[in-house]
């Protein structure tokens, strides 16, 4: 087992660029949750799959985010035309239904900085 | 809309002695409440857990208590330990599982 990983750990990019984040959950975890952290706040739920399906996304999640979960497995988080406000660190945590489905297991976290 | 709230950012207490982190929610629709801790450069990690059908729950040193009509939560440590630095995340969520909602975190810092 290990663990939920995330990648890159670290993201700089220029205003206006398109980013893309990936996840790799638990094996076997069929939930699978984006949070996005500010300094000095909680996670912040962005969106929620289970299995391949997303059953619910934020409000905050404009349309310049997309996320997909293709195969059920991993996950890829993607900003379009990214702004500074979107520094923040996101974070990918995943869950196993048939067991805890209440215990998520988060992975560290992508740090973005936009320029 | 915040609707869990860690009204206190930070809290410091002396190793050895009890640690009480504070939470408060406002939607009635929540059925389970959790508390994550946070160490620098890691992702939150799971610590307790307790449905609203509780009023308690422990788990070793960490308790968490509910109380639905204050609309209130907390966790004890007792006793606390150097080691329980961190930050401490209060989390609720429907009994879907479908969106949880986060506190805005207590830094804990356990004085030996």
């Known amino acids: 087992d290990t663990g939920v990983s995330q990648n890159p750990r670290h993201k700089i990019t220029k205003r206006g660029q398109n980013v893309t984040f990936r996840c790799d959950p638990i094996?076997?975890?069929?939930?699978l949750y984006w949070y996005r952290q500010t300094l000095g706040q909680g996670p912040e739920f962005l969106t929620y799959f289970q299995n391949e399906a997303q059953l619910e996304k934020s409000r905050l999640l404009s349309d310049r985010f997309s996320a997909e979960r293709p195969k059920g497995s991993f996950s890829t988080l993607e900003i379009q035309r990214t702004e500074q406000g979107d520094s923040a660190m996101y974070l990918c945590?995943?869950?196993?239904?048939?067991?805890?489905?209440?215990?998520?297991?988060f992975g560290p976290g992508t740090r973005l900085t936009v320029l | 809309d915040q609707q869990v709230k860690q009204n206190s950012p930070s809290l410091s207490v002396q190793e050895g002695r009890i640690s009480i982190l504070n939470c408060d929610y406002t939607n009635s629709m929540f059925d389970y409440f959790l508390w994550y801790k946070k160490y620098p450069a890691e992702g939150p990690t799971f610590l307790i857990s307790?449905?609203?059908?509780?009023d308690k729950n422990e788990d070793g040193r960490f308790t968490v208590f509910l109380n639905k009509s204050a609309k209130h939560l907390s966790l004890h440590i007792v006793p606390s330990q150097p080691g329980d630095s961190a930050v401490y995340f209060c989390a609720a969520s429907a009994s879907n599982f479908n969106k949880f909602y986060f506190g805005s975190g207590t830094k804990l810092n356990v004085k030996p």
């Open positions: 094996s076997e975890h069929n939930r």
């Open positions: 945590a995943s869950t196993l239904s048939r067991v805890r489905t209440d215990t998520q297991y």
């Open positions: 307790i449905s609203s059908i509780k």
